[in-house]
T-cell receptor, first 113, second 111 residues
Framework: GGIITQTPKFLIGQEGQKLTLKCQQNFNHDTMYWYRQDSGKGLRLIYYSITENDLQKGDLSEGYDASREKKSSFSLTVTSAQKNEMAVFLC????????????FGKGTRLTVV | GEQVEQLPSILRVQEGSSASINCSYEDSASNYFPWYKQEPGENPKLIIDIRSNMERKQIQELIVLLDKKAKRFSLHITDTQPGDSAMYFCAASGYAQGLTFGLGTRVSVFP
């Protein structure tokens, strides 16, 4: 089996700050995703990438940038952190573009003060 | 994009009884419907999935049903146990799309 590693596990930022979250997977999966999980709001797709250097917007892409530097890594940037923002950002990957199991990392918990 | 509605948001069931969660979707092109279980502090994990060429699938105590005409699918946990207490998410996707999740159902199994 493989593993998805997200760093950092906890991230505290200040309002207006640019923050970067990183994700690495060793499944050799083609597709990687970033989801945001808010309490009571399920998981919402921010960005996904079907191959190296590819980028597709999800429903929640505004306020975020992403970069698929290589097949195994996918980073997410919060372009301007919003005060009192609290959420868990989950990175995921799958072997294909749809219809296959999606594996999740353990998440980065963001708090903006 | 796809929209997925999931009900109920909270479900309390007595140990040994069945728990049912219902989801509906909008995009008729969606063809893959997984269910994820998330325990506190953990990442979501796939427990069962169904594709559009099937109407029913069972893995041990988990049963999923899919009604493509009504655009509905459901998860049934038979003979619930304390270990079944968790958040459950349904999701839907088509080809070349990310998963769209429902808002989740918090299942609590009491003695």
């Amino acid at each position: 089996g493989g593993i998805i590693t997200q760093t950092p596990k906890f991230l505290i930022g200040q309002e207006g700050q640019k923050l970067t979250l990183k994700c690495q997977q060793n499944f050799n999966h083609d597709t990687m995703y970033w989801y945001r999980q808010d309490s009571g709001k399920g998981l919402r797709l921010i960005y996904y990438s079907i191959t190296e250097n590819d980028l597709q917007k999800g429903d929640l892409s505004e306020g975020y940038d992403a970069s698929r530097e290589k097949k195994s890594s996918f980073s997410l940037t919060v372009t301007s952190a919003q005060k009192n923002e609290m959420a868990v950002f989950l990175c995921a990957s799958s072997d294909g573009q749809g219809g296959t199991e999606v594996f999740f990392g353990k998440g980065t918990r963001l708090t903006v003060v | 994009g796809e929209q997925v509605e999931q009900l109920p948001s909270i479900l309390r069931v007595q140990e040994g009884s069945s728990a049912s969660i219902n989801c509906s979707y909008e995009d008729s092109a969606s063809n893959y419907f997984p269910w994820y279980k998330q325990e506190p502090g953990e990442n979501p994990k796939l427990i069962i999935d169904i594709r559009s060429n099937m109407e029913r699938k069972q893995i041990q105590e988990l049963i999923v049903l899919l009604d493509k005409k009504a655009k509905r699918f459901s998860l049934h946990i038979t003979d619930t146990q304390p270990g079944d207490s968790a958040m459950y998410f349904c999701a839907a996707s088509g080809y070349a799309q990310g998963l769209t999740f429902g808002l989740g159902t918090r299942v609590s199994v009491f003695p």
